[in-house]
């Protein structure tokens, strides 16, 4: 019976050590995670001495969340100074590698820590006397934007543009007059024309508020301010921008933040321009502070501006030539297409569709044709094409890489398309080359084309309005049919290439043009004997080509035999009877 004793008493023994540890284990849980030694001691307490902080607000913390060294009263006469960084810590650490940081400036130089919504400082309090001076239109940037704009870190912003009209029901403004090329972003020129429209229809009962927003941080202030061309260059921080119209109707659009936010040249891009390729530097015309006058452009374009000087834009003194011409712009003007040239007009000339109505097909035309074609009748217009590609719905030219891409190397373009050399395109050859880049972007491949001014004769003074005739433009004796040219991009510039005629309205060619003419497409008695050789030569004493209207061709072939046949039945039906 005595091993079975001392088993029992061995058992008893066991559960006393086990409730003994248990009792142990649960005495230091309580120690490290009960409310603690610091439970004991309530803000309350802290204010029975501290009267003067009963109405202190630091968000949720209390006293003893930053000053945790107290575990009893009386505590010690000097506390352990708290540290900021132990909640803040990313504020701290941006902090640090600012310029207020690195002066040792501490928090409570401009933070009132016990009460924070009490005596904020803010930039001013020892900013006092900062002119800023050197800042241009310096009243508009101190107005819209804070400092941490251009003095903080360099974040994203945005603009946004309100437009609010005062007008009854019937004046509500429909999404087609605010973005008529319905791709949901306002680009400069329809800006423009939104307001040539208010401004005629609800003149002083529309109301304009611009605004910018650039998220900046007071903790992170960098030693030096953003460079203009941080807000007004190609690649500014105002990344995203919105218009938004109330009123009777109302619409919010993206938009071009250059709406809101003009760009500056950039003295880097400045090399590439065409004044910066001739080697004229930044202070040949920019001898002082004043803006550049048309004296400044005489220096180099004389014979330019003598037909100028007599148009009715200078004589009213009703632009410069920089309202025009961007001696900044690193693409030339020639360069520009149709649209790009109508946008220049439309800076000052704002409600050229109102005044243009009685055109039918109003859009149409200006997508194809510059203001110059009309108001300037001595410049000499050019019907000009280019191969573009579309892509996610939209068009655009070839570029020179897209092209040696598709020869696989870099190529002399203009010995590939005038293989002859007789600077003279004709449809084999255009044929031959544009087939080569079909089999590197085949369905995307389209030829594009307008009219434009390829000599300008500054002079826009014909009004042109007054005697709209269609069939100036809208027949074979149009005059820019003597004036044809295929442009391709070069390695460094743009080839204007000569093509014969009609050359692009051939086959396989005139399935990928993208223009025709209302009225050409249609044959003559002259195509028809063109087509036998007894026909007469063009105005360049070559024969023209047939081009689209092959299509009609085939079609009087296909009549005439259908004629021919029904004819010979007729006969066949009356002999045979008889």
């Known amino acids: ?32 995670f009960s409310p603690s030694l610091n439970a004991a001691v309530t803000p309350d307490e802290c204010l029975d001495c501290h009267e003067a902080y009963r109405k202190s607000n630091h968000g949720k913390a209390s006293c003893v969340d930053c000053h945790n060294d107290i575990t009893a009263f009386p505590h010690r006469e000097k506390l352990v100074k708290p540290l900021c960084k132990e909640c803040h810590k990313e504020t701290s650490a941006l902090y640090a590698k600012s310029i207020h940081g690195a002066g040792g400036l501490s928090c409570k130089e401009c933070h009132a820590v016990h009460f924070l919504d009490k005596d904020k400082k803010d930039c001013l309090f020892c900013h006092k006397k900062v002119a800023h001076d050197s800042l241009p239109s310096k009243e508009k940037h101190l107005e ?12 994203g912003g945005s603009a946004k543009v309100q437009l609010r009209v005062h007008v009854s029901k019937g004046g509500a403004i429909g999404k087609e007059m605010i973005d008529p090329d319905k791709n949901s972003v306002i680009d ?20 304009m508020r611009k605004s910018y927003s650039v998220p900046g941080d007071v903790h992170g ?65 920019h001898i002082s502070q004043e803006r550049i006058s048309d004296d400044t452009c005489l220096k180099c374009h ?28 690193i693409t030339a003007y020639r360069e520009y297409n149709a649209k790009q040239r109508v946008d220049v007009c439309a800076r000052c000339h704002k409600d050229y569709l109102e005044k243009h109505t009685w055109l039918p097909h109003t859009r149409l035309h200006f997508n194809y044709l510059e203001c110059s074609t009309c108001h300037s009748p001595e410049s000499q217009k050019s019907i000009v094409f280019y191969i573009g590609k579309r892509s996610d719905g939209k ?4 570029t020179y890489r897209d092209i040696s891409d598709a020869y696989s190397s870099h190529v002399d373009l203009k010995k590939i398309i005038d293989a002859d050399g007789d600077n003279l395109v004709i449809s084999q050859e255009l044929s031959d080359f544009f087939l080569g880049l079909q089999k590197k972007f085949r369905e995307e491949l389209f030829v594009g084309g307008s009219i434009i001014v390829t000599k300008v004769h500054h002079d826009y003074s014909e009004k042109g309005t007054k005697h709209k005739v269609c069939t100036t433009c809208h027949s074979h004796n149009a005059p820019f049919y003597d004036s044809m040219y295929l442009i391709l991009p070069d390695a460094e510039d743009q080839l204007y290439i000569p093509v014969k005629g ?15 003419l209302l009225g050409e497409e249609r044959v003559t008695i002259n195509d028809i004997k063109m087509l036998f050789g007894v026909g007469d030569k063009g105005r360049s004493g070559q024969a023209p080509e047939l081009g689209f209207k092959w299509i009609d061709l085939l079609g009087i072939a296909l009549f005439a035999i259908i004629l021919i046949f029904i004819i010979l039945h007729i006969i066949a039906r009356i002999f045979l009877k008889r």
């Open 395 to 398: 068009k655009q030219a070839l």
């Open 221 to 285: 202030v960098a030693k030096k301010a953003l460079q203009c061309d941080e807000c007004h260059g190609e690649g500014n921080i105002f990344k995203e921008a919105r218009l938004r119209l109330s009123g009777v109707s109302s619409h919010t659009f993206r938009a071009d933040p250059k709406i809101l936010i003009p760009e500056l040249p950039s003295i880097k891009d400045y090399k590439a321009t065409v004044h910066g390729k001739k080697g004229i530097a930044c202070s040949d015309c």
């Open 302 to 329: 004389k014979e330019v501006y003598g037909v100028y000087k007599n148009s009715v834009h200078t004589k009213k003194g009703a632009a410069l030539c920089t309202d025009c011409h961007n001696p900044h712009s």
């Open 502 to 516: 009609t050359t692009l309205g051939a086959a396989p060619i005139s399935v990928f043009t993208d223009l025709s």
């Open 1 to 32: 019976m005595m091993p079975k004793r001392r088993a029992i008493l061995f058992t008893k023994s066991s559960t006393s050590a086990t409730i003994s540890i248990m009792l142990a284990i649960i005495l230091v849980l309580l120690a490290l």
């Open 188 to 207: 400069r020129a329809e800006f423009d024309h939104l307001l040539a429209y208010l401004e005629k229809n609800h003149k002083d009962l529309y109301t």
């Open 144 to 155: 819209s934007m804070g400092c941490t704009a251009c003095h903080g870190t360099k974040r």
